[in-house]
T-cell receptor, first 111, second 114 residues
Framework: LAKTTQPISMDSYEGQEVNITCSHN???????ITWYQQFPSQGPRFIIQ???TKVTNEVASLFIPADRKSSTLSLPRVSLSDTAVYYC????????????FGGGTRVLVKP | AAGVIQSPRHLIKEKRETATLKCYPI?????VYWYQQGPGQDPQFLIS???????DKGSIPDRFSAQQFSDYHSELNMSSLELGDSALYFC?????????????FGPGTRLTVL
């Protein structure tokens, strides 16, 4: 299982763009990169998933360089409600696979 | 859209008692996962079921057992409760057999062991 490293915490202000970089040097060929968001006392919520280059949905963008040893989650124009813990997970995109959460990034959005 | 349902939402037990947590997956989801999240910790995988069979097992104590029923709901049974079992227990579901691994989490059950 590829190990991931991401910042422990980040502060931002409303309306700013937040970029969280995750390192995964040992990512395998079949591995995908997935990000989950978790609010206090709530279950994690899927944000975005990608394999290479760039993926965008209505919530975020995911940038993955050619070597895939890192990835960056970009949250555009954050609001106070984006304050949460963000987890980067790396693993095969296979149905039934457990999620291994480790050391997410606590993002605090200030007014 | 329908979400994962967990019951009860809160549970208080004494040491050495037993507890049963229930999970009702999203309709047409056949895979269920259980996670435990202690205070200030990350969610830890416990066990999963696909089509009523155990599909994977994580750091689940021997005092815990779980099963998935014919209607795909799942129950986590916890016996001889210890203070350290106090945590949030999340259930998640996914379409399983289809080519996606996105898991949808329930609101969790907060278990407090006194």
């Amino acid at each position: 299982l590829a190990k991931t490293t991401q910042p422990i915490s980040m502060d931002s202000y409303e309306g700013q763009e937040v970029n969280i970089t995750c390192s995964h040097n040992n990512i395998a060929t079949n591995d995908y990169i997935t990000w989950y968001q978790q609010f206090p006392s709530q279950g994690p919520r899927f944000i975005i998933q990608g394999y290479k280059t760039k993926v965008t949905n209505e919530v975020a963008s995911l940038f993955i360089p050619a070597d895939r040893k890192s990835s960056t989650l970009s949250l555009p124009r954050v609001s106070l409600s984006d304050t949460a813990v963000y987890y980067c997970l790396v693993g095969e995109k296979a149905a039934g696979n457990k999620l291994t959460f480790g050391g997410g990034t606590r993002v605090l959005v200030k007014p | 859209a329908a979400g994962v349902i967990q019951s009860p939402r809160h549970l208080i037990k004494e040491k050495r008692e037993t507890a049963t947590l229930k999970c009702y997956p999203i309709p047409r989801h056949d895979t269920v996962y259980w996670y435990q999240q202690g205070p200030g910790q990350d969610p830890q995988f416990l066990i999963s079921f696909y089509e009523k069979m155990q599909s994977d097992k994580g750091s689940i104590p021997d005092r815990f057992s779980a099963q998935q029923f014919s209607d795909y709901h799942s129950e986590l049974n916890m016996s001889s409760l210890e203070l350290g079992d106090s945590a949030l227990y999340f259930c998640a579901s996914s379409p399983g057999g289809r080519s996606t691994d996105t898991q949808y989490f329930g609101p969790g059950t907060r278990l407090t062991v006194l």
